[in-house]
Nanobody, 125 residues
Framework: QVQLVESGGGLVQAGGSLRLSCAAS????????MGWYRQAPGKERDLVAA???????NYVDSVRGRFTISRDNAKDKLYLEMGSLKPDDTAVYYC???????????????????WGQGTQVTVSS
């Protein structure tokens, strides 16, 4: 079993910054890609940024250059530095981890997606 807990959300004025954190715990031995998603009211949950265990990153166009995703593999933590925030960034932000099932010291091909409970980010104009 795996738990993901986000923190760092809040209310910020347009142009401001926030740093989100996600802590993974439990059976994280075979954790692979991690990412941040967001869901605004009445909209679908969409990818914001993702990062592999090797540090390769991917961003949605609307946040590229403003947001930075990073991870600490030793601590099983994921971060999202958000700058130049806009009202359109207002949403619930979710942490996601792709974790392969482990068997002893082996990582099997069976993969599960785990989600955090979400943290609210509100950007006022």
């Amino acid at each position: 079993q795996v738990q993901l807990v986000e923190s760092g959300g809040g209310l910020v004025q347009a142009g401001g910054s926030l740093r989100l954190s996600c802590a993974a715990s439990g059976d994280t031995f075979c954790i692979s890609s991690m990412g941040w998603y967001r869901q605004a009211p009445g909209k679908e949950r969409d990818l914001v940024a993702a990062i592999t265990t090797g540090g390769s990153t991917n961003y949605v166009d609307s946040v590229r250059g403003r947001f930075t995703i990073s991870r600490d593999n030793a601590k099983d933590k994921l971060y999202l530095e958000m700058g130049s925030l806009k009202p359109d960034d207002t949403a619930v932000y979710y942490c996601k981890a792709d974790i392969n099932k482990s068997y002893g010291s082996r990582c099997l091909s069976l993969r599960y997606d785990y989600w955090g409970q979400g943290t609210q980010v509100t950007v006022s104009s």
